[in-house]
């Protein structure tokens, strides 16, 4: 009788351990995951950001003995004529000057030095424009007292102007 206990019980203890395994299989066959190959670019559909058409260079503050104003890109170098503001009273700020937007420019800046050993305080930033877009300002700076210089840069992170990084 003892040894028939001991082989009901092997053979349950078995059976029971079967069972586990089983389970234990099928558990880890449902919990694998089911291969899928990630969506290809044209399947998915994206619309991408409209190029900025124009970059426009902003110089805002006092200068009462002027400011000297030099923008543009790496390839497209440019100046008011004179200095602004000379006149004593700084009444050519706020100024503004805009190119249009190069795909093949590296980065584009904006250089305003106050003039004379008075006091000014100027800003000057950077913001790109674009068809639908809303203006969205990519560097700035600041400046005070005499000769002291404003300087905002800032580049494109790929050919589309869709991102930018300041480097100001």
Known sequence: MKALSITALAAVTLALAGCGA???ASHTHAATPAITTPATPAAVAT???ASPTTVTFYVSGSAVSGVDITYGSDSDNRSPAGTLGFNGTGAALP???AVPFDPNAQYYSVTAQLQGDTAGDITC???V???GDAPLTV???HASGGYNICRAQAAPTDPTGASWQAES
């Open 22 to 24: 089983a389970t234990t």
């Open 47 to 49: 619309t991408p950001p």
């Open 95 to 97: 100024w503004h000057g």
């Open 125 to 127: 930033s950077i913001v």
């Open 129 to 131: 424009t674009g068809p």
């Open 139 to 141: 560097a700035h700076g």
